[in-house]
T-cell receptor, first 114, second 115 residues
Framework: GESVGLHLPTLSVQEGDNSIINCAYS??????FIWYKQESGKGPQFIID?????DKRQGQRVTVLLNKTVKHLSLQIAATQPGDSAVYFC?????????????FGTGTRLKVLA | DAGVIQSPRHEVTEMGQEVTLRCKPI?????LFWYRQTMMRGLELLIY????????DSGMPEDRFSAKMPNASFSTLKIQPSEPRDSAVYFC?????????????FGPGTRLLVL
């Protein structure tokens, strides 16, 4: 459903610890998922993507996990650094929706504590 | 590559005025997207183009909004007349789109304030 107003959930993590950011997606037909990072005053920046025929994908310091059974996506950031502080969005691409239509989640703010 | 370029970065205007936002996609990208971001509604797709042709404009809020892409390196989003509720950050993004799903690369956005 549509949010009346957006209060971004915030995750506070100590520098050096691992971060886990979660996302529940809405459409069981979605078969492509992307994580974006948005720093203050900037546009969203691509981090990592995953297709529905996979349940895990690793990048540099980041791992995305996909659980299609419960329609859940997570982003794991290893050894979190101050530069990781940002808002993180998941996006889904429902198959057959028009290939290029992404549906973005509301975002999670990550705060890295020194 | 300079990435997606948007101008202006900030725009303050009065209600009723025409506003034109500009975007230069990454060279060689076939797809261009216009998004709007607000605290209330998050990031919403307004319209997207493939090879300069509008493909889906179902996200355009109303007739006051129009978008054009006269060539592969330039697109505009126009609001006429503007209203206070149009205040938001407007992002342009582009992608290759050669084989299906391609990463969308976003510009820095235009922060619009309509008084």
């Amino acid at each position: 459903g549509e949010s009346v107003g957006l209060h971004l959930p915030t995750l506070s993590v100590q520098e050096g610890d691992n971060s886990i950011i979660n996302c529940a997606y809405s459409n069981s037909a979605s078969d492509y998922f992307i994580w974006y990072k948005q720093e203050s005053g900037k546009g969203p920046q691509f981090i990592i993507d995953i297709r529905s025929n996979m349940d895990k994908r690793q990048g540099q310091r980041v791992t995305v996990l996909l659980n299609k059974t419960v329609k859940h996506l997570s982003l794991q950031i290893a050894a979190t650094q101050p530069g990781d502080s940002a808002v993180y969005f998941c996006a889904e691409n429902p198959a057959g929706s028009g290939t290029y239509k992404y549906i973005f989640g509301t975002g999670t703010r990550l705060k890295v504590l020194a | 590559d300079a990435g997606v370029i948007q101008s202006p970065r900030h725009e303050v205007t009065e209600m009723g005025q025409e506003v034109t936002l500009r975007c230069k996609p990454i060279s060689g990208h076939d797809y261009l997207f216009w998004y709007r971001q607000t605290m209330m509604r998050g990031l919403e797709l307004l319209i997207y183009f493939n090879n300069n042709v509008p493909i889906d404009d179902s996200g355009m809020p109303e007739d006051r909004f129009s978008a054009k892409m006269p060539n592969a390196s330039f697109s505009t989003l126009k609001i006429q007349p503007s209203e206070p509720r149009d205040s938001a950050v407007y992002f342009c993004a582009s992608s290759l789109g050669r084989w299906g799903r391609e990463t969308q690369y976003f510009g820095p956005g235009t922060r619009l304030l309509v008084l």
